[in-house]
């Protein structure tokens, strides 16, 4: 079985985030990290592959920069066969709608069983890209699983549900999004590490995918930022000394006088 999983490299989840001069959010001295949720589907795969016995593990995904191999070399160290990084300018500005097009493309030029990522991104947070990767690719989804399984062409997904669980059943190939739990992320060996370092990492400019350039970028996106800020700095709190009666009555004068809630 041939797996591809959407892999997108993030902001580490202790970032500070900082806008430049320009109103724009600065990377300046960020770590950048694999999204968490995906590394979940990473993981999935290799499990998968390991349990069939043959198959490829495939990792794709988007970036430009210095650091934007990081993410899928690290895929690669826990076991991942090669690798296919879209980079090129007519990417840069993309929106989920735009980047769904260029995944679907690079995606359709490889033989596959199965697609893989996680429910979201920890960046946007807006868990469309994989479904709408289903959309243009013409295949079932199913979104935010904890379980899979796989047998006789089809895949069954548990997913998590208020008061229960939901099973769904579909035909492969298909999208399948998942969500913590499902398994534990192994850590890239030694071994592992060195090995990625000879592994195929392909990188695929908007020419070399054939993409009519206006659906990608800024020029294909459906949302446009207008503005980035940071919100309010919250005001310092205040610390009531002394012994319990006599900080109770202090608290219960200030929540009067001062914050006015009572």
Do not use: H
């Not at 479904?131 to 899979?148: D, F, H, N, Y």
């Not at 992320?185 to 990492?201: D, F, H, N, T, V």
Request: net charge neutral.
């Amino acid at each position: 079985m041939n797996i591809v999983v959407c892999v997108k490299q993030t902001f580490d989840t202790e970032a500070k985030i900082v806008l430049d001069a320009n109103g724009q959010i600065s990377s300046q001295g960020v770590n950048l990290i694999m999204n968490p949720y995906d590394e979940y589907a990473v993981e999935e795969a290799l499990r998968i592959k390991e349990k069939q016995g043959s198959g490829e593990v495939i990792v794709v995904g988007m970036g430009g920069g210095p650091k934007s191999q990081d993410a899928l070399r690290q895929a690669l160290a826990m076991g991942a066969d090669r690798a296919i990084l879209l980079t090129d300018a007519a990417f840069e500005g993309s929106d989920e709608y735009a980047a769904a097009n260029a995944l679907a493309k690079a995606i359709s030029g490889v033989q596959y069983d199965l697609i893989l990522a996680g429910w979201r991104a920890i960046d946007d947070g807006s868990a469309q890209v994989a479904s709408r990767l289903a959309e243009i690719l013409g295949i079932p989804q199913v979104t935010v699983v904890t379980r899979l399984e796989l047998a006789g062409g089809k895949a069954t997904a548990y997913r998590e549900i208020d008061g229960g669980v939901e099973v769904v059943e579909v035909s492969l190939p298909a999208v399948i999004t998942v969500q913590k739990g499902i398994n534990e992320p192994r850590y890239p060996s030694l071994q592992g590490i060195m090995k990625a370092r000879k592994k195929e990492l392909k990188q695929l400019s908007a020419q070399d995918l054939g993409i009519d350039t206006n659906l990608v970028g800024k020029s294909g996106a459906r949302v446009q930022p207008r503005k980035f800020y940071l919100p309010p700095a919250k005001a310092g709190a205040k610390i009531v000394p002394g012994e319990a009666p006599e900080a109770a009555a202090r608290l219960a004068q200030l929540l009067r006088s001062e914050a006015k809630v009572v």
